[in-house]
């Protein structure tokens, strides 16, 4: 069988696309079979559907929100609908409100729970009972102790109004 | 040590070794960290492409578990020497593309490697064989901590590490298991069980071929999110999950070999058959042809066969391992007659 798009080389690849619920079944040759995969991978991936997600809760008109550019590192919003990529760690403060229900439509929370880098350049004591406390609250809900989670919600957000939202 | 020297050893997940090593072919841990506040990797200018790169393999060498690595810069391997990185799972197919400023290191025994500026400026990678999840976050939590003395990560107290795509930030972890179910599939029950299991928020997918559709039976399954809870906690949910994943098919191995035993027994000898005698074959036929004699192993139905040697074929019979076999570029035709040489040498 013979590439179908060069007609030339011996068809060792098979393709099925569906397009508009059409499905097509192509034979390709190795080369074409590389350009045709660099097409194909452009069509849709994730970016595509972090893009979907990425204006709920938005309370800004999209318009402004899209030309917001980071200071650090002169990413827009824009370009974060068009990649799904950001542009530096610092990027996720300058874009916060967006991002924070995108991330807990992804992870089903937006607050970590886990690890702490040796070196971090803000008070790391404030950071590791902040940490100390949310690993609590979850214990204590798991737990059914409500009492409990609640006093310890109201210190984590103690703390993290002293962290000035960082946190 | 050498690239090529790695062709010579079986990687991690070729062994068949370790726990549920029947069904769990490997399990891997990957972290993602980003130095704070330069640009990631996709949106950095050279200049800090090439900053980052040398913060990182100055990080690199100061640690002890990575000091003897193997430190190859992407953009001077050939291409064939990138696919068989990518074969050998120590890189993505991603980190092949756009090669300047990106490098790739490798521990001699094939267990960690680090990508240097793929999607993120390190991406680090833990390979165990068989069902050894914890074991992998173990050591790849030890190697982070190490390299996070000489680094400063991109981290904030409410999101955790800071990734360049949202769906990683949290903890970026990210721990996967290759399953081998073929029962399952024999019996048309991976719909039905891979379902569930992404409801349970796992991803699965077939390590070889697309979606559900996978050839040779084999399928990843990791953790979807990173975010909201600890790094222990996500990888012991998985191993939870897999556990049920793993006797449903030692069930199903059990029932068939009761019930249908004529038709697996016959469908063994004739894969064993076709790749014995073969003179040119596909590479999806071998694996598929592959999964069925390693069940046939598992199985007991072929008793003088090394389950070590099938999975060393499954590595082996891949284009750039071909390549580098020969020592040579290979036309896709002249591979399936390379291809099928090897694997009746192999079998002989």
Redesign the interface.
Known sequence: MLCDICGAKEATVHLTEIINDQVTKLNLCEECAKEKGTEMEEHFGLSDLLAGLSDMGATIEPEAVAAVKCPNCGFSYQDFRKTGRLGCSECYEVFKKQLTPLLKRIHGSDRHIGKIPLKIGKTPKDLITLQELRMGMEKAIQMEEFEEAARLRDKIRELEKKGKGDA | MKLDDLLQQDSEWVKGTGPNSNIVMSSRTRLAR?L?????S??ANKKQLAEILAIVEGAVRSTNFLKNSLLLKIKDLSEVDRLFLVERHLMSLDHTKNPEYKALVIDPKEVVSVMINE?DHLRIQVLQSGFNLMEAWRII?EI??EL??H????????????T????N???A?RGSVMLHLPALVFTGQTGKVLQATAKL?LNVRGLYGEGTEASGNFFQVSNQ???????VDIIDNIERIINQIISREETTQKALLGKNKEAVVDRVWRAYGTLKSAHII?SNETIALLSTIRLGVDLGIVKNLDKMLVNELLILTQPAHLQKLEGKLL???ERDVKRADLIREKLK
Do not use: I
Request: proline share 7%; hydrophobic share 25%.
């Open positions: 980003n704070d506040k330069f640009p990631f996709n949106w999607e939590d982070d901590t996070s003395k680094l400063t990560y991109g981290y904030s107290a409410r999101w955790g590490y800071l360049a795509c949202p769906t930030t949290g903890t972890l928020g999110a990173s975010m909201g809870r600890p790094e596909t036309s896709a035709n």
